[in-house]
């Protein structure tokens, strides 16, 4: 299995939607300038626009203009933009020059294009911002933040936090082992007990992310916090002057000018949620226009096999580990959802005959494409559990939970590597939660419309599947 193995760099949210915005606003303002003027469309001014496009997109990501920039670098930001734009208006300038077309086209329109492109591509940065900073200041609900640690790197992230109130965190308290006169007077209001109360209130829900700030000769304490809170679906990050208990797999934020170590994190957030919703919203509509039939030919057989309702709705674990009722088509002649579920097992008596091949060639999962569209489920995702089998074990594999830190799917690379079906052991279930956490770790679009051809191609039917 592939893993990263370096650590991320700080990941802008919003990458998609600025990508997206821009290349969509270089050839608007250029066909409005053309209207403004009253110039057909041909082929010359087509080539000048794609190359602008072109050199501005091959720039801009060489520079790296939508990598993470903190609240305040807004003017090096409008800077990398400028000269990202200046160099494709020399990439014009220069096709322009050699082809000898110079003559062909209207200066003035192109001098008035690069000028309101160049200001409209800093000035829709700035907007977006300021807006970003009000939202996140009166309108979003802040992130309840937990640090574990009175230290000075914890002291350090406090003062950004209450100084940075644009970036969506609320600090809640502190909590360290040490005596209280052994401790720094600074923050010591904000001290809410010991880590072991820390640790069980990020458990229950009471905080949304923890810091741990620990001293890097903590290491065996870091390591016994991490292994607590990877039952959970927290987002846990490690200050730079702590051991990382897992470099592999984390990437750099920060709040201000404090930098910190991202250890459980979904990478599905800002604008990336964005595109896996809507992958999301265009592919159930489609697949249900597709199979609408289908299922309505499965829902009279199923009541014509045997007595009782033609689907049925289980309690699971969806995005950050909450309730949701999946929808199956039934295949058993019991609807157990209590707090103990027997899996279904090879020859199992409780599954329908009709119910056999349902099961067998996954058509028992085709309703699930309304929880997609509703959503409560993603196309693509680790495959939701019942809550009973959540519950058993997330107590013996580490890092159980971070697969609820996004939303279940109807396929997942789990599945597409052979990990389906009943888990009669524990290893099964480890390989499974590994090819979980590797799908999460390293998504991207592309990723899943590979799993969802692979799906196509063989996942239909599995010799795993009872």
């Not at 933040?145 to 809640?172: D, F, M, Q, R």
């Not at 971070?402 to 052991?425: L, M």
């Not at 524990?426 to 799908?439: A, F, G, S, T």
Request: aromatic share 12%.
């Amino acid at each position: 299995m592939s893993r990263k193995g370096f650590i991320q760099d700080n990941i802008n949210q919003f990458s998609v939607f600025s990508r997206l915005f821009d290349f969509v606003l270089i050839p608007s303002i250029f066909y409005i300038c053309l209207r403004w003027k009253g110039i057909s469309y041909n082929d010359l001014y087509l080539i000048v626009c794609l190359l602008s496009l072109a050199a501005y997109v091959l720039f801009s990501e060489n520079i790296q203009l939508y990598r993470h920039w903190p609240s305040n670098a807004i003017l090096l930001q409008s800077i990398y933009t400028l000269i990202s734009w200046i160099m494709a208006i020399c990439a014009v300038s220069v096709f322009l020059f050699f082809t000898k077309t110079g003559a062909d086209v209207s200066r003035l329109l192109i001098g008035f294009w690069f000028l309101i492109t160049g200001f409209t591509l800093i000035t829709w940065r700035f907007l977006f911002r300021i807006s970003l900073f009000y939202l996140r200041k009166s309108v979003i609900e802040n992130q309840r933040v937990a640090i574990i640690g009175l230290t000075e790197s914890g002291i350090s992230l406090a003062k950004e936090l209450i100084k940075h109130p644009e970036c969506g965190y609320t600090l809640s308290a502190f909590y360290d082992d040490r005596e209280s006169v052994r401790l720094p007077s600074a923050f010591s209001n904000k001290l809410g007990g010991k880590v072991d109360l820390g640790v069980k209130l990020a458990q229950i829900g009471k905080f949304d992310v923890v810091y741990i700030a620990l001293p890097i000769i903590a290491e065996n304490r870091i390591d016994d916090i991490l292994h607590l809170l990877g039952n959970t679906t927290v987002d846990v990050r490690i200050l730079p002057n702590a051991l990382a208990y897992s470099l592999l797999d984390a990437k750099r934020t920060s709040i201000g000018e404090v930098n910190a170590l991202s250890i459980n994190e979904s990478p599905l957030t800002g604008s990336i949620s964005f595109v896996k919703r809507l992958e999301d919203i265009i592919g159930s509509l489609i697949i249900l226009t597709l199979i609408s039939i289908p299922m309505l030919i499965i829902a009279v057989l199923i009541k014509l096999d045997s007595p009782g309702s033609i689907f049925f709705k289980q309690k699971r674990y969806g995005l950050d580990g909450k309730a949701i009722n999946v929808w199956k088509f039934r295949t058993m002649n019991v609807c157990e959802n209590g707090a103990v579920v027997k899996q279904a097992c090879k020859n199992d008596a409780r599954v329908t005959r009709l119910g056999h091949l349902l099961r067998r060639t996954s058509l028992d999962e085709l309703p699930q494409f309304i929880n997609v569209l509703q959503g409560s489920m993603s196309i693509v995702g680790p495959r939701p559990h019942a809550v009973a089998h959540n519950e058993q074990y997330r107590t013996v594999i580490d890092f159980y939970m971070f697969r609820h830190k996004v939303k279940p799917g109807i396929t997942g690379w789990a599945q597409i590597n052979g990990w389906r079906g009943e888990t009669d052991t524990l290893i099964k279930m480890e390989k499974r939660i590994e090819y979980d956490l590797e799908y999460i770790r390293n998504w991207t679009f592309l990723f899943d419309i590979k799993i969802i051809l692979l799906t196509i191609i063989h996942g239909f039917t599995d010799k795993n599947a009872v």
